[in-house]
């Protein structure tokens, strides 16, 4: 069974920072892309939006309204992926979900999935 757990969610002030982690643990052969998405508060039809993605190749990318602010980063050893948020608006108020997709064997067999996370709150408010 593969678990994702997710840390670092909290209440801040706006321009504070908070650096979010997502560790992957189980069975896993390997990782691929590996991403955040958050999903505003009182807005629970709306999908999740690509808060900021890595590729196995490091290649990162962003939403337009994050950029220059949060960064994505990966350390493929202890399998988590980290999201440093600085500056923080109100605007980034949200539940923050990592996605991971990762290869896994399964009774022998290979299959590559994607997974997410539990949910971080993270709010940004005076």
């Known amino acids: 069974q593969v678990q994702l757990v997710e840390s670092g969610g909290g209440l801040v002030q706006p321009g504070g920072s908070l650096r979010l982690s997502c560790a992957a643990s189980g069975s896993i052969f390997s990782i691929n892309s590996m991403g955040w998405y958050r999903q505003a508060p009182g807005a629970p039809g709306k999908e999740r939006e690509l808060?900021?993605?890595?590729?196995?190749?490091?290649?990162?990318n962003y939403l337009d309204s994050v950029k220059d602010r949060f960064t994505i980063s990966r350390d493929n050893a202890k399998r988590t992926v980290y999201l440093q948020m600085n500056n923080l608006k109100p605007e980034d108020t949200a539940v923050y979900y990592c996605?991971?997709?990762?290869?896994?064997?399964?009774?022998?067999?290979?299959?590559?999935?994607?997974?997410w996370g539990q949910g971080t709150q993270v709010t940004v408010s005076s």
């Open positions: 996605k991971l997709s990762l290869g896994v064997y399964t009774g022998g067999t290979y299959s590559r999935n994607d997974y």
């Open positions: 808060v900021a993605n890595i590729t196995s190749g490091n290649i990162e």
